[in-house]
Nanobody, 122 residues
Framework: QVQLVESGGGLVQAGASLRLSCAASGRTNSPYAMGWFRQAPGKEREFVAVISWAGRTTYYADSVKDRFTISRDNAKNTGYLQMNSLKPDDTAVYYC???????????????WGQGTQVTVSS
């Protein structure tokens, strides 16, 4: 099993930046893709970004492309989501998740963190 813990959320103004971290523990020696998802109040959980084990493959949701950057440091068992030019629409609980492939469907992920709140004020 893989345990995931997110951190780095907070309250910021529109246009600001935040970097989320996702610390993994457990069976981290087995290759896994790391995805980020978010869920706003009253909305379904949506895909944000995903990165392959080696970091060579990344996918982004259209809504965050060119503003968010996903990365990982396998030596530290940690993944990151750098979020720039934040907008009020980015307000949500952000979750990291692990799977065996760079899926964009949340149902394909077996392991999830508890989430971290990101609030962007206008």
């Amino acid at each position: 099993q893989v345990q995931l813990v997110e951190s780095g959320g907070g309250l910021v103004q529109a246009g600001a930046s935040l970097r989320l971290s996702c610390a993994a523990s457990g069976r981290t020696n087995s290759p896994y893709a790391m995805g980020w998802f978010r869920q706003a109040p009253g909305k379904e959980r949506e895909f944000v970004a995903v990165i392959s084990w080696a970091g060579r493959t990344t996918y982004y949701a259209d809504s965050v492309k060119d503003r968010f950057t996903i990365s990982r440091d396998n030596a530290k068992n940690t993944g990151y989501l750098q979020m720039n030019s934040l907008k009020p629409d980015d307000t949500a609980v952000y979750y990291c998740a692990a799977s065996n492939y760079v899926y964009r469907d949340a149902h394909e992920y077996n392991y999830w963190g508890q989430g971290t709140q990101v609030t962007v004020s206008s």
